[in-house]
């Protein structure tokens, strides 16, 4: 085919062309202007030719290409410029549903352009439920499985409601939805436990330390997990990933600044990652009760007495911090402290009463990708320590951007 060059493109495509038979061919035109023409059928080297491929100069442009909704450009070639972005919730046949049902709510949605597989792009390859092995008492080998209690396909949870099409994934580390998470217990046997959870899972040093309250350490334990596994292809275009999630906890206050935080991960192992976590506070640390994002009142590292309801009152199921509109995204969660008919104190064995109850709100998380990857993402939310005093997560909106991000983040969006 022809091409008009301009002086900014002709380098670009020798240079995309170049390892190719012929190449692209060079002539002048009847104006003077510079023609050049291909000489293989996949000139912009992405995979797809034309027809299939509606711009063979750009690599960027076929049918594994996320079409963003907002430039003009049919970016996945099916002939519509800027389709709407889409949903696709499925309703299981059976509660709790699939990992892939669980997957499409998170809006891992097929798309629309057929691939040379004859098949229209899906970036959700796979979905799974994960678990976690590892040696308990007496070198037993003990499995903590995810199971269909812990987990739901929520069309809310309290007020919150998702981010992006009707439903989003809820993962618990106890009974998803529990009135009462305090008083949960643990579903794994009692007894059983990990001995050295950070080998098991893996996590690298500074994901390990967010279990063990920022000291690095091979010990600690874990049990109650629930794992949404999830294999994604990258669209060609695609340089950030994107996904919403807001985390739970029981555990606050009463082991606020201890060890026995439960955490959120998400795991990723792509090419530029080896299985780090991407859901990370400022410090490096993963979402826990330890977390920056999780005391947002006071701010962190909060005032001595912390622990103490008098410290807490205005921040933590009472008036709430208002500002980060934090307190009505609590309500109605089970972890707003205000179970029915009683106040919101606990006492505690050594006297103290505490507010019980408290979340993170709404964060958005970013990811660097290389484009058209295939990666893995391990959703994961566990109890540490003992499977008492649950925690929860709901998940939601995986999205895309074209611009890398560098080296991504977590931030509160905008409500
Ligand atoms: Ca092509
Ligand atoms: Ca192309
Ligand atoms: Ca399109
Ligand atoms: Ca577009």
Redesign the pocket.
């Known amino acids: 085919m022809l091409q008009r060059a301009t002086g900014l493109l002709l380098p670009a495509l020798l240079l995309a062309c170049g390892s190719s038979k012929s190449g692209y061919v060079v002539d002048a035109g009847p104006e003077g202007n510079l023609l050049t023409s291909c000489g293989h059928a996949d000139c912009d080297g992405d995979g797809y030719t034309v027809p299939a491929d509606c711009d063979d100069t750009n690599p960027l442009i076929n049918p594994e290409a996320f079409?963003?909704?907002?430039?003009?450009?049919?970016?996945d070639c099916d002939g519509i410029?800027?389709?709407p972005v889409l949903t696709c919730e499925t309703i299981p046949a059976q509660s709790p549903g699939t990992p892939t049902d669980f997957a499409r709510a998170a809006d891992l949605c097929a798309q629309h352009a057929i691939t040379n597989a004859g098949t229209v792009f899906d970036p959700l390859v796979h979905a799974a439920w994960g678990q976690v092995e590892g040696l308990g008492p007496g070198q037993t080998l003990w499995t903590s499985t995810t199971k269909p209690q812990q987990v739901a396909i929520a069309s809310s949870f309290g007020q919150n409601q998702p981010r992006q099409g009707k439903t989003m994934v809820g993962l618990a580390n106890g009974i998803w939805a529990n009135t009462d998470p305090r008083n949960d217990p643990a579903l794994d046997p009692a007894g059983f436990h990990i001995n050295d959870a950070c080998s098991a899972i893996p996590l690298m040093g500074q994901d390990c330390a967010s279990l063990t309250n920022g000291t690095p350490s091979g010990t600690v334990n874990v049990q109650d997990w629930a794992e949404l596994t999830l294999t994604v292809k990258i669209p060609s275009n695609v340089q950030t990933a994107v996904f919403d999630f807001a985390f739970f906890s029981s555990e606050f206050n009463q082991w606020w600044n201890s060890a026995a935080n439960d955490a959120f991960f998400v795991l990723v192992t792509s090419k530029g990652l080896q299985g780090q976590n991407v859901a990370k506070d400022q410090n490096g640390l993963a979402i826990t009760v330890n977390s920056g994002f999780f005391q947002l009142c006071p701010a962190p590292p909060g005032p001595a007495g912390l622990q103490e309801s008098a410290a807490l009152t205005p921040c933590v199921g009472l008036a709430g911090d208002a500002s980060q509109s934090i307190l009505g995204q609590l309500a109605g969660t089970g972890y707003d402290g205000a179970i029915a008919g009683t106040n919101d104190t606990v006492q505690a064995l050594d006297g103290d009463t505490y507010v019980y109850g408290g979340g993170s709100g709404w964060l958005t998380a970013k990811f660097p990708v290389v484009r058209g990857e295939t990666l893995e993402m391990r959703v994961i939310i566990a109890d540490t320590f003992d499977g008492l005093k649950d925690s929860a997560v709901v998940f939601d909106a995986v999205r895309w951007e074209e611009a890398s991000e560098g080296g991504g983040g977590v931030s509160r969006p905008n409500q």
């Open positions: 079409d963003f909704p907002t430039d003009g450009i049919d970016n410029v800027d389709n």
